[in-house]
């Protein structure tokens, strides 16, 4: 199966500052990389993707990296704001329906 | 609206008493799925659906069963529910035909006594 590490699993940030979460994963065939953001009291929800043909994305202030010769993607999230104070997972996906979250990261802005 | 619901949000049960945990979603997806969620282990897979009438077992399949006789609905099914079962539980759906982003449910939050 899917090993899906993610680093760090807290993160705590100045309010404007950048953010970087980094997720490793085991398997090769893996070519959908999602991060998903859950505020409190909700379930997750998809900020950003890329797929193995992609090295970068970026959406306003969220971007995902990919390498996939190393195995790992990251999210960066810049100029960060309170509202981004969430818990955020990595869900690498093999295209065989199971789709495998890392242990998520906690990040908290700072005012 | 596009969306997955489940119901209840809040359940506090006994144990070994029977319990349904249902999901609907409303976006004509194929894929359906269950996961817990516990402090520390980010989100584990119960079960899936690729279809209906088409299920598998995920990474934490024990003590869970679930079906799929509609589309739509994919309930999830505590037949003795035990402590170690109280958890944050999610559904979650996706469509393989266009792209595999997974749309949650709002969660319910399961205490078994």
């Known amino acids: 199966g899917e090993n899906v590490e993610q680093h760090p699993s807290t993160l705590s940030v100045q309010e404007g500052d950048s953010a970087v979460i980094k997720c490793t994963y085991s398997?090769?065939?893996?070519?959908?990389f999602p991060w998903y953001k859950q505020e409190l009291g909700k379930g997750p929800q998809l900020i950003i993707d890329?797929?193995?043909?992609?090295g970068e994305k970026k959406d306003q202030r969220i971007a995902v990296t990919l390498n996939k010769t190393a195995k790992h993607f990251s999210l960066h999230i810049t100029e960060t704001q309170p509202e981004d104070s969430a818990v955020y997972f990595c869900?690498?996906?093999?295209?065989?329906?199971?789709?495998?979250f890392g242990a998520g990261t906690t990040v908290t802005v700072r005012a | 609206e596009a969306q997955v619901t489940q119901n209840p949000r809040y359940l506090i049960t006994v144990t070994g008493k029977k319990l349904t945990v249902t999901c609907s979603q409303n976006m004509n997806h194929e894929y359906m799925s269950w996961y817990r969620q516990d402090p520390g282990l980010g989100l584990r897979q119960i079960y899936y659906s690729m279809n209906v009438e088409v299920t598998d077992k995920g990474d934490v399949p024990e003590g869970y069963k679930v079906s799929r006789k509609e589309k739509r609905n994919f309930p999830l099914i505590l037949e003795s529910p035990s402590p170690n079962q109280t958890s944050l539980y999610f559904c979650a759906s996706s469509s393989r035909t266009t792209n595999t982003e997974a749309f949650f449910g709002q969660g319910t939050r399961l205490t078994v006594v």
């Open positions: 869900a690498p996906d093999l295209g065989d329906y199971k789709l495998s």
């Open positions: 890329i797929r193995s043909n992609v």
């Open positions: 398997d090769s065939a893996s070519n959908y």
